[in-house]
């Protein structure tokens, strides 16, 4: 089965210093994963995607293999960040739907 | 721009009601995706339909039943509602097993 894990409910920082949002996935086959956003009273979106490998609002994120993980990180934190973060996974193959993580609130202090 | 509608913002049911949830798409999209969103708890899935009248089951359909007669609406049915199917409900849709998911607005239900 497969499995994703944000090790933080709650994540803090100052405006201006580096972020990373922990993800750890588990499953035996080659996932595609993802990053979506929830801004507050928004839905929630697509941020981006392992694939593409592009940065979104200076976010990035590398898929270890070897590790397991997905990180999100950001150099320099905006208050504009802040938001609830959820990594997200899938299968690739058969009809599972998207598997998400429990989440990580995202708090940038001025 | 795609588009995921949800046909209530909020709801109030008593506990036993058959409550109907109901959820649109605009985009053609084959797959669409009932989740629970709790605090603590992320999005669970609820059931998924890749295809007209084909469901699947998530992670956690008891209490659960969907309907998708048309391709752009699935429906999530809470047969008899209880206190704890309190919560905000997602519908989701994507064209394919691999790509983007698009979010609907969200239903905050709460049972009394």
């Known amino acids: 089965a497969q499995r994703v894990t944000q090790p933080e409910k709650l994540l803090s920082v100052f405006k201006g210093a580096p972020v990373e949002l922990k993800c750890n996935y588990s499953y035996s086959g080659s996932p595609e994963l993802f990053w979506y956003v929830q801004y507050s009273r928004q839905r929630l979106q697509l941020l981006l995607r392992?694939?593409s490998r592009e940065s979104i609002k200076g976010f990035t994120a590398d898929l270890n293999k070897g590790e397991t993980s997905f990180h999100l990180k950001k150099p320099f934190a905006q208050e504009e960040d802040s938001a609830m973060y959820y990594c997200?996974?899938?299968?690739?193959?058969?009809?599972?739907?998207?598997?998400f993580g429990k989440g990580t609130h995202l708090i940038i202090q001025p | 721009d795609v588009k995921v509608t949800q046909s209530s913002r909020y709801l109030v049911k008593r506990t036993g009601e058959k409550v109907f949830l109901e959820c649109v798409q605009d985009?053609?999209?084959?797959?669409m995706f009932w989740y629970r969103q709790d605090p603590g708890l992320g999005l669970r899935l609820i059931y998924f339909?890749?295809?007209?009248?084909?469901?699947e089951k998530g992670d956690i359909p008891e209490g659960y039943s969907v309907s998708r007669e048309k391709k752009e609406r699935f429906s999530l049915i809470l047969e008899s509602a209880s206190t704890n199917q309190t919560s905000m409900y997602l519908c989701?849709?994507?064209?394919?097993?691999?790509?983007?998911?698009?979010f609907g607005q969200g239903t905050r239900l709460t049972v009394v």
């Open positions: 985009m053609d999209h084959e797959n």
């Open positions: 339909s890749y295809d007209v009248k084909m469901k």
């Open positions: 392992h694939i």
């Open positions: 997200a996974l899938h299968s690739g193959g058969g009809a599972d739907g998207l598997t």
């Open positions: 989701a849709s994507s064209s394919g097993l691999n790509t983007e998911a698009f």
